[in-house]
C-alpha cells in the first residue's frame, strides 16, 4: 500500500489543522492506521491510531484532548484533526499502516509508510 500525507502548514499556537492521508490498495479497510511524528533531533514518536473498523482508537499522552484521528474507508482516508496546537506539537508527521488487526504505539511494527508532511507551530 502506497501513503500519501498531506495538510501540514504553518499555524499560530492555538489553532488547528487537519491532517489526512490518502492511501492506494484496496486492502485499507484491513490496517491498523497510525500517525507518528519526528521533531528535529529527536526520536519517532507515536501520536494516534486507529483499527480497520473505527472503533478502537488510542492516542499519546501529549495530544489527548486536543487531536482526534478518524478514517473513511470508502475513500481509503485516515484523519488528524489538531486544535489547541502547542509549539511542541512543530514536527514531521507521517501516517503509517500496519498489517496485524491490534492498535499499536511502536513505530517498528507499522508496515507502510507515508512521506511526511510538516507541521510548524508559532508562539
Known amino acids: 500500500v502506497q501513503l500519501q500525507a498531506s495538510g501540514g502548514g504553518l499555524v499560530q499556537a492555538g489553532g488547528s489543522l487537519r491532517l489526512s492521508c490518502a492511501a492506494s490498495?484496496?486492502?485499507?479497510?484491513?490496517?491498523?492506521m497510525g500517525w507518528f511524528r519526528q521533531a528535529p533531533g529527536k526520536d519517532s514518536e507515536f501520536v494516534a491510531a486507529i483499527s480497520w473498523s473505527g472503533d478502537t482508537t488510542d492516542y499519546a499522552d501529549s495530544v489527548k484532548g486536543r487531536f482526534t484521528i478518524s478514517r473513511d474507508n470508502a475513500k481509503n482516508t485516515v484523519n488528524l484533526q489538531m486544535n489547541s496546537l502547542k509549539p511542541e506539537d512543530t514536527a514531521v508527521y507521517y501516517c503509517?499502516?500496519?498489517?496485524?488487526?491490534?492498535?499499536?504505539?511502536?513505530?517498528?511494527?507499522?508496515?507502510?509508510w507515508g512521506q511526511g508532511t510538516q507541521v510548524t507551530v508559532s508562539s
Open positions: 503509517a499502516a500496519r498489517r496485524n488487526p491490534f492498535v499499536s504505539n511502536r513505530p517498528y511494527e507499522y508496515d507502510y
Open positions: 490498495g484496496r486492502t485499507f479497510s484491513s490496517y491498523v
